[in-house]
């Protein structure tokens, strides 16, 4: 089985310039989440959707964050203009509906951001 | 307060002994999950273990054991017979009741020895 796909695996960029990091989550999972892990601050939820839907995008540091799940197969996180400290590894997972117990998330391998 | 708590930041271990990374968490919630992921330098998260607050008995996949202490607010994933390959970075992570999103400790860096 395919797990949790994301592209691109590294992007290199200039500041002010446009990010796009694409996700395809496990086929029948219906939560997709979005994580960014720093050095200064660990991992931290930025969004999640349910059924496509966002629930909750408290973690999402500012209007410059905009992520979006327009179908059960892909979500996207974009990052415009994007900033040096927005430099980080960005994770998506994804997981069956919550109300199973168990719910455990699948993570992607993870986009490795240097914004220059 | 901090929900997470791994108080090691490192930790070393000869290759084929056991080794305990410490955990613990804080919630008001009678419902949560407690999940251990793994970290290899390549830099992908590997679900590892799951223990659920009303679970009874300690989860054990395969190498790994969960020591999961409900009045102490301890979920501390031991490693038996330590392998090179286990070499990485350990993270604890909480899932509260009403929540769905994982909330991540600081996470153990592991280094196995020969």
């Known amino acids: 089985d395919a797990g949790v796909i994301q592209s691109p695996r590294h992007e290199v960029t200039e500041m002010g310039q446009e990010v796009t990091l694409r996700c395809k989550p496990i086929?029948?999972?219906?939560?997709l989440f979005w994580y960014r892990q720093t050095m200064m601050r660990g991992l931290e939820l930025l969004i999640y959707f349910n059924n496509n839907v966002p629930i909750d995008d408290s973690g999402m540091p500012e209007d410059r964050f905009s992520a979006k799940m327009p179908n059960a197969s892909f979500s996207t996180l974009k990052i415009q203009p994007s900033e040096p400290r927005d430099s980080a590894v960005y994770f998506c997972?994804?997981?069956?509906?919550?109300?199973?117990?168990?719910?455990?998330?699948?993570f992607g391998a993870g986009t490795r951001l240097s914004v220059l | 307060a901090q929900k997470i708590t791994q108080t090691q930041p490192g930790m070393f271990v000869q290759e084929k002994e056991a080794v305990t990374l410490d955990c613990t968490y804080d919630t008001s919630d009678q419902s949560y999950g407690l999940f251990w992921y793994k970290q290899p330098s390549s830099g992908e998260m590997i679900f590892l273990i799951y223990q659920g607050s009303y679970d009874e008995q300690n989860a054990t996949e395969g190498r790994y054991s969960l020591n999961f202490q409900k009045a102490r607010k301890s979920a501390n994933l031991v490693i038996s017979a330590s392998q090179l390959g286990d070499s990485a970075m350990y993270f604890c992570?909480?899932?509260?009741?009403?929540?769905?999103?994982?909330?991540f400790g600081s996470g153990t860096r592991l280094q196995v020895q020969p």
């Open positions: 997972a994804s997981s069956l509906s919550p109300g199973l117990a168990k719910n455990i998330q699948y």
């Open positions: 992570a909480l899932r509260e009741g009403g929540g769905r999103a994982l909330t």
């Open positions: 086929s029948g999972h219906n939560s």
